[in-house]
């Protein structure tokens, strides 16, 4: 396993996270 696909994962994945959160925020 590559540790920077890794990363990119884990900054993708907070990417998203973030996305998700500030549309939640937007619909509440």
């Avoid at 890794?6 to 990417?15: C, D, M, S």
């Avoid at 996270?17 to 500030?22: N, P, Q, T």
């Amino acid at each position: 396993m590559s540790v920077s696909i890794t990363n990119v994962f884990q900054i993708e994945a907070k990417a998203v996270f973030e996305g998700l959160r500030l549309a939640w925020n937007k619909i509440v």
